[in-house]
């Protein structure tokens, strides 16, 4: 059984930093593809970034060159966040798919595996 488990999420001031975290379990095949979506209050579910097992990353445009993947060898995932905006509050989910690369990553529904979600707020 698939399991996804998001923690680091917190309250910050505008400019400081966060690092979120997804531990993954119970894929069996070592080639999946694992996304971050948030979600503010009132408004759609948004594509953050992705990595594909073989370590190619995307990411959006509003976070580019603020956030950055990283991956360990224990099937943890990393969310590094610096340069927080208020607009950059919301719920985090980490998302998962089978797979060797991150095809159509910005897509909510090509994931199969969601996590429960951290928050994120970022204050003025």
């Known amino acids: 059984q698939v399991q996804l488990k998001e923690s680091g999420g917190g309250s910050v001031q505008s400019g400081g930093s966060l690092r979120l975290s997804c531990e993954v379990s119970?894929?069996?095949?070592?080639?999946?593809?694992v996304a971050w979506f948030r979600q503010a209050p009132g408004k759609e579910r948004e594509e953050v970034a992705a990595?594909?097992?073989?370590?190619?990353t995307n990411y959006a445009d509003s976070v580019k060159g603020r956030f950055a993947l990283s991956q360990d060898t224990e099937n943890t995932y990393y969310l590094q966040m610096n340069s927080l905006e208020p607009e950059d509050t919301a719920m985090y989910y980490c998302?998962?798919?089978?797979?060797?690369?991150?095809?159509?990553?910005?897509?909510?529904?090509?994931?199969?595996?969601w996590g429960q979600g951290t928050q994120v707020t970022v204050s003025s």
């Open positions: 998302a998962a798919v089978y797979g060797r690369s991150c095809r159509d990553w910005s897509v909510a529904s090509t994931y199969n595996y």
């Open positions: 119970g894929f069996t095949s070592p080639d999946y593809c």
């Open positions: 990595i594909a097992t073989d370590g190619t």
